[in-house]
């Protein structure tokens, strides 16, 4: 197998520093054995492996916060799952490092330029499709059962696989939407103004305005509706809000090209600029990340946020700083068009560090969380999302994600999947700052964005011959 350092040699072009600590050998007990009778009796010592010993191992697993904190505390749900592994596999050890959205992707980063990434990942596909085709990961499809592979969509293999291969095992899933503070609309009695008796939730851009309208005069100590454009992170969100109110989609449909770079999605933008002067949209857009709006809507002050999910809505019910009751729409649309939701995909990778027995030991950590008979289910509801399998259903008991099961029809392709991915979405934060900034207009910033992206996937197509 190629390595980290090899894929990151050919590919990257740096020269990488560092060693990995390699997997303890292999255990043998000095046994005492007696000579038959007839000999001379004496004792002698032989040297004997002990059978069916598992040799020791020592693998890393970095984690995003991918379970929900178990009080207060990030990590100690995860420390759980390590204990319950070891009983089953108490020959190998598991350190666990936790890391932040917003920190965790330089950090992973830096890890991989000086060959100390980690053995195990828990992610979503816009990163693992990215190392995979940089040929920095160990496949995947020796534990991939004909069972598992024909339970999940093939909508979520397309983002856990490159060519042939796969690259990450898919465990939860959920539509990225938008998120309500419904108590805020209930106070103001406005609550009619949400699409939340319609079966779909679906709602149009004008019905999205009047709600925001609403907010903006009734309730003046909260802000409308959120954006962010400080950094890529959640930047799922804007894009797909991008779409769907200018009725388009992020790439065509065979992913060569950007085809955001429309007339009415870069009115849309410009309506989001217009939207922050009439205190519609909250204020400093530019300088926000996902994170800040995030905190807004937890904290109260946010009436529609719109990078939400079930997973997200799950992990934020202990952050909450206030009390309030919150559920998912879909993003609003207009000429009569259903949502085009991008789904969320969480899943684990291993990093090929050269080591069979840590990518061997990293595959069975994998296996029991996504499939052991008690943890498995366990570990799903902590994670707050869907299964991946379509097979396994009714985990909770709650509305909202009865609802969220009934917004996977409104999945549409993810651009995560698309050559050049992790380039492409570099050139897309700095492009909405520009517009919210007042330098450009919206049809001009989404076509200086396409053109880059587009440079940006054509390249990574010829690079991989294709």
Same mark, same amino acid.
């Given at each position: 197998?190629?390595?980290?350092?090899?894929?990151?040699?050919?590919?990257?072009?740096?020269? !990488?520093?560092?060693?990995?600590?390699?997997?303890?050998?292999?255990?043998?007990?000095?046994?005492?054995?007696?000579?038959?009778?007839?000999?001379? +009796?004496?004792?002698?010592?032989?040297?004997?492996?002990?059978?069916?010993?598992?040799?020791?191992?020592?693998?890393?697993?970095? +984690?995003?916060?991918?379970?929900?904190?178990?009080?207060?505390?990030?990590?100690?749900?995860?420390?759980?799952?390590?204990?319950?592994?070891?009983?089953?596999?108490? $020959?190998?050890?598991?350190?666990? *490092?936790?890391?932040?959205?917003?920190?965790?992707?330089?950090?992973?980063?830096?890890?991989?330029?000086?060959?100390?990434?980690?053995?195990?990942?828990?992610?979503?596909?816009?990163?693992? !499709?990215?190392?995979?085709?940089? =040929?920095?990961?160990?496949?995947?499809?020796?534990?991939?059962?004909?069972?598992?592979?024909?339970?999940?969509?093939?909508?979520?293999?397309?983002?856990?696989?490159?060519?042939?291969?796969?690259?990450?095992?898919?465990?939860?899933?959920?539509?990225?939407?938008?998120?309500?503070?419904?108590?805020?609309?209930?106070?103001?009695?406005?609550?009619?103004? /949400?699409?939340?008796?319609?079966?779909? @939730?679906?709602?149009?851009?004008? $019905?999205?305005?009047?709600?925001?309208?609403?907010?903006?005069?009734?309730?003046?100590?909260?802000?409308?509706?959120?954006?962010?454009?400080?950094?890529?992170?959640?930047?799922?969100?804007?894009?797909?809000?991008?779409?769907?109110?200018?009725?388009?989609?992020?790439?065509?449909?065979?992913?060569?090209?950007?085809?955001?770079?429309? =007339?009415?999605?870069?009115?849309?933008?410009?309506?989001? @600029?217009?939207?922050?002067?009439?205190? !519609?949209?909250?204020?400093?857009?530019?300088? !926000?990340?996902?994170?800040?709006?995030?905190?807004?809507?937890?904290?109260?002050?946010?009436?529609?946020?719109?990078?939400?999910?079930?997973?997200?809505?799950?992990?934020?019910?202990?952050?909450?700083?206030?009390?309030?009751?919150?559920?998912?729409?879909?993003?609003?649309?207009?000429?009569?068009?259903?949502?085009?939701?991008?789904?969320?995909?969480?899943?684990?990778?291993?990093?090929?560090?050269?080591?069979?027995?840590?990518?061997?030991?990293?595959?069975?950590?994998?296996?029991?969380?996504? +499939? =052991?008979? *008690?943890?498995?289910?366990?570990? /799903?509801?902590?994670?707050?999302?869907?299964?991946? @399998?379509?097979?396994?259903?009714?985990?909770?008991?709650?509305?909202?994600?009865?609802?969220?099961?009934?917004?996977?029809?409104?999945?549409?392709?993810?651009?995560?999947?698309?050559?050049?991915?992790?380039?492409?979405?570099?050139?897309?934060?700095? *492009?909405?700052?520009?517009?919210?900034?007042?330098?450009?207009?919206?049809?001009?910033?989404?076509?200086?964005?396409?053109?880059?992206?587009? *440079?940006?996937?054509?390249?990574?197509?010829?690079?991989?011959?294709?």
């Amino acid at each position: 197998m190629k390595t980290v350092k090899k894929g990151l040699m050919t590919l990257l072009g740096i020269t !990488l520093i560092g060693t990995q600590l390699v997997a303890c050998g292999s255990t043998t007990d000095t046994a005492k054995t007696t000579e038959p009778a007839g000999t001379d +009796n004496k004792e002698t010592t032989t040297d004997t492996p002990k059978k069916d010993e598992a040799k020791p191992v020592e693998i890393t697993w970095w +984690n995003f916060p991918s379970f929900q904190a178990l009080d207060g505390e990030v990590g100690k749900y995860e420390k759980q799952i390590i204990e319950a592994f070891n009983k089953k596999y108490p $020959e190998i050890k598991v350190n666990l *490092e936790m890391i932040t959205f917003e920190a965790g992707p330089e950090k992973l980063n830096v890890a991989i330029a000086s060959n100390t990434a980690p053995d195990v990942i828990y992610d979503a596909p816009g990163r693992i !499709l990215d190392w995979a085709k940089k =040929d920095l990961l160990a496949p995947l499809d020796d534990m991939v059962t004909d069972e598992v592979r024909k339970d999940v969509p093939e909508a979520l293999w397309k983002q856990s696989m490159v060519g042939d291969k796969t690259y990450m095992y898919p465990i939860n899933t959920a539509p990225f939407m938008m998120g309500v503070n419904k108590t805020v609309f209930e106070k103001i009695g406005a609550l009619d103004l /949400l699409p939340l008796d319609r079966p779909d @939730r679906t709602w149009t851009f004008d $019905e999205y305005k009047k709600a925001l309208q609403a907010v903006k005069e009734k309730a003046p100590d909260i802000i409308p509706s959120g954006f962010f454009a400080k950094s890529q992170a959640g930047d799922q969100g804007t894009r797909a809000y991008i779409a769907n109110l200018g009725n388009s989609s992020f790439l065509n449909d065979d992913y060569s090209k950007i085809a955001i770079n429309t =007339d009415k999605a870069g009115a849309a933008l410009d309506w989001i @600029r217009q939207g922050v002067k009439d205190k !519609l949209v909250v204020s400093g857009s530019e300088s !926000l990340t996902g994170g800040d709006v995030n905190d807004l809507f937890l904290q109260g002050k946010l009436a529609i946020t719109l990078n939400y999910s079930p997973v997200l809505r799950a992990q934020n019910q202990t952050l909450k700083k206030a009390e309030f009751e919150d559920v998912l729409v879909p993003f609003p649309t207009i000429d009569g068009a259903k949502p085009k939701l991008e789904p969320y995909l969480g899943g684990m990778a291993i990093f090929n560090n050269g080591n069979d027995a840590k990518i061997a030991a990293s595959k069975k950590l994998i296996d029991f969380i996504a +499939n =052991d008979p *008690e943890w498995g289910k366990k570990d /799903l509801i902590q994670t707050g999302g869907l299964s991946a @399998r379509s097979s396994i259903t009714g985990l909770y008991n709650d509305p909202e994600y009865t609802y969220a099961e009934q917004a996977r029809e409104f999945y549409s392709n993810p651009p995560t999947i698309v050559d050049g991915y992790a380039e492409v979405r570099t050139f897309w934060f700095p *492009e909405l700052q520009r517009v919210l900034l007042g330098k450009a207009s919206g049809k001009e910033v989404l076509d200086e964005f396409a053109q880059k992206a587009d *440079e940006a996937i054509a390249k990574a197509k010829a690079e991989a011959g294709k």
